[in-house]
């Protein structure tokens, strides 16, 4: 589950979530609202793979990897499979061609986090926008 | 807070060093009463005491009075740091590396402009791409980008001698090495030259409302009633990548230099270090492509203008300047060289800074503030103050009031086009959201802050602008 949080000039993304798993596929649902919807058309998939020494850092690298599909491909991600391991993640991640705004510029580390919480999982990032 | 911040004088706050452990000098804020309780309603004041504990800060964390929240850094920051040792933060500069402002002068005035201002908007918004990551009017091939990323607009074929001379450090940052600038980086950025991009950004068509200072508009070649376009951009994907690429970087380094922040995002490295250098050639690459970019925007502004106005209207249309106001550059300052990060915050020289182009020295390096969408922009000059002050700098724009959020909650896009229009300003965007999210009464009260760096000798009111037309990225 992820909502946004009210921030002056950017746009903050907080998720909770079961698994760590679900946590990175609610922030490709929550990206995939900014840039969607997709225009009618073939499916396109995409494998992508990111590292980072902690799991928030993970988290903003696997948004950076969909802002570039985003910007450079027109790609609006709609699923994913998701693989995590100790500094990595490996996604066959599913979608099509849109048009999608350009409204995220990048993901950054302010008021980064990814914890435990509750029997889940716990993440906040801010979208500069 | 508020028992830590302290008047110093009627434009000035600070909140001493002693505040916090961590702080290395004191925050500094210049602003009126009525801006400074805005400014306390969210973290900004917080997030310039994170930035005053950067190791090799100079004198103070300081702010315009627009500041706002930001990320790390806030927004309205500025920080000099000493060098060779002081840090670099990439997030001191921001994502937008260089996003800034130029602005043209076209040879009429309004009434001469009449019926045809609706279809110079619409031809604007046909020429210059806005919006998403869509391709501009240059594909560049590698040594194209190359010669971009080393040079600036000097590396675009057929541009003006004389833009290239009104142009913030001639539009060119030494030390730019396409080398330092990564792979994916290129793949954001070769087709975006000549984009307006998204966000705030924008270009407005104008007319000279005001004049304040005679002599300096004359200088700057404006008069009452003309028609001028400001251009508001940046260095697009490839900008966004860089800050991205080096705030991970420099995250990973900090163990190594015994790098201790309050915020990650605040991420950075001695100026000396091998990060450090490497982020600094990068930036002076994503720099001159923003130049480059405003350049290849104002080539089209120029297509525009032939094509509506005349060709030579289009040949007549003069580039006053183009200021930078996300970036870092070292200046000489007190007697010694600084690092000094911009992060919405423009520089303000004065009159008889080298700096400045031979044509301006006299009254002093202009600066264009942007208001919000559809209420007034502001031509100043630079003053002795900034020198003595605030390390050659002013603000930059209006600084957000509300959340994005909030705006579309008061609003709705299609409600605010049809109120900017009932106000006889036309209107291009991709998308009625956006719109709303810009909205004019998202941000804070441009005269109101234009006003308060005026009575701090920051700089001098010289030109007020009223928007005619809007294309908005």
Known sequence: MYRWVEHTAELELAIEAPTQEAVFEDALAAYAELVGPPLDGQQVVHSVEAEAPDRAALLAAWLEEL??????????????????????????????????????????????????AGGGWRARVVLDV | ?????????????????????????????????????????????????????????????????????GYGFPVGGLAAMELPDGVVSPGGVGYDINCGVRLLALPLAEPELGGRREALVHELSRRIPAGTGRGGPLDLGPAELDAVLRDGPRALPGVSPGDVERTESEGRLSGADPAAVSERARQRGHSQLGTLGSGNHFLEVQRVAEIFDPAAAEAFGLA??????????????????????????????????????????????????????QYLAAMAAAANFAWANRQAIADGVRDAIRRVLGSDVGAATRQVYDVAHNVAKIERHGGRDVLVHRKGATRAFPAGSEEIPAEYRAVGQPVFIPGSMGTASFVLAGEPGSMERSFGTTCHGAGRRLSRTAAKRQIGGAELRRQLEAGGIVVRCPS????????????????????????AGLARRVARLVPLGVVKG
């Open chain 1, 67 to 116: 802002i570039f599909l985003a910007e450079t491909e027109a790609f609006v991600p709609e699923r994913a499979e998701i693989a995590l391991y100790p500094g990595a993640v490996s996604a066959r991640v599913e979608g099509r061609r849109g048009d999608p705004p350009h409204v995220v510029k990048a993901v950054t580390y302010h008021d980064l986090e990814f914890s435990p």
């Open chain 2, 224 to 277: 009452q009633g003309q028609v001028t376009i400001l251009v508001h951009s940046g260095s697009r994907g490839l900008g966004h990548q860089v800050c991205t690429d080096y705030v991970r970087l420099m995250d990973a380094s900090h163990a190594r230099y015994g790098i201790q922040l309050p915020d990650r995002q605040l991420a950075c490295a001695p100026a000396s270090s091998p990060e450090g250098r």
């Open chain 2, 1 to 69: 807070m508020s028992e830590q911040l302290r008047r110093i004088d009627e434009t000035l706050w600070e909140i001493p060093a002693s505040s916090r452990a961590d702080m290395r000098v004191p925050a500094r804020v210049f602003a009126d009463v009525e801006l400074l309780e805005a400014i306390r309603g969210d973290q900004s004041l917080e997030q310039l005491m994170n930035v005053a504990t950067l190791p090799g800060i100079v004198e103070a964390a300081l702010a315009m009075p627009d500041i706002h929240q």
């Open chain 2, 432 to 455: 009625n959201k956006g719109l709303a999210e810009e909205a004019p009464f998202a941000y804070k009260d441009v005269d109101r802050v234009v006003d308060v760096v005026q009575r």
